[in-house]
């Protein structure tokens, strides 16, 4: 259903709406626990240096870039939402293998030497976490936007923001409690969990046609995009 030029929204389209948005809080949740326990998991589940955790993030925010200048493209070929559905299947994915991560025999023993003792899976695993990630980012807000008219703009605005910010506000206390009762190992399940539940209920979103494929940013214009 193409989206309404009048202020009020079809029923449709607020079914549309509430879907992007509850699939959006749970990719943040997903992306928010990985984003803020990477690095200890690193060291405490596979003995790596904080070091090497942070060429890992590195080397994923670089592949994030890659990904915001050629997202818009994908997008203008297949649309925003399969655009976002991609980069969900594919986190979804990388996150399984993720999970499957060995610890490593000197962190199971206790005898933490953060040495570069890291699967050697992560070192393109991580990368490609990167860029599937800015797929999703570089088309959420603008298909959130798509529903509204230019004078609701900051109202749909604040949706998108609300809904992300709540999620990542969230999601740290709730992996915090699930810690307590595991190990480093739950944090790549539980993002796998959410990032699958965000496939799932977003695969249900009917995009607005005529807005789909409009307007993607491209290039450097992208770098910005979720900001």
């Known amino acids: 259903e193409q989206v309404t030029t009048t202020a009020k929204l079809s029923k449709t389209n607020i079914r549309n709406l509430v879907i992007i948005l509850i ?93 570069e003792d890291m699967w050697p899976v992560f070192w393109v695993l991580l990368p490609i976490i990167g860029f599937a990630t800015s797929l999703i980012h570089i088309c959420s807000f603008p298909l959130v936007t798509d529903y509204c008219t230019a004078d609701k703009l900051g109202k749909f605005t604040s949706l998108y923001y609300t809904a992300s910010m709540l999620a990542q506000s969230v999601t740290p206390i709730t992996i915090g409690l699930i810690f307590q009762n595991t190990g480093w190992n739950a944090l790549p399940i539980y993002s796998c969990v959410l990032m699958a539940c965000a496939g799932l209920v977003f695969f249900f979103v009917k995009a607005p046609h005529k807005n789909d494929k409009a307007k993607n940013a491209k290039g450097l214009d992208a770098l910005g995009a979720d900001d």
């Open 23 to 115: 699939a959006e809080m749970f990719w943040f949740m997903s992306l928010n626990a990985i984003e803020t326990f990477q690095t200890n998991y690193l060291m405490f589940w596979e003995n790596c240096s904080s070091s090497g955790g942070a060429i890992m993030t590195v080397l994923s925010g670089a592949a994030s870039v890659v990904g915001f200048l050629f997202a818009g493209k994908i997008a203008d070929k297949i649309g925003r939402k399969w655009t976002i559905f991609i980069g969900i299947c594919v986190v979804t994915l990388c996150y399984t293998i993720y999970a499957m991560a060995p610890q490593s025999a000197a962190a199971e023993a206790g005898n933490y030497t953060f040495e």
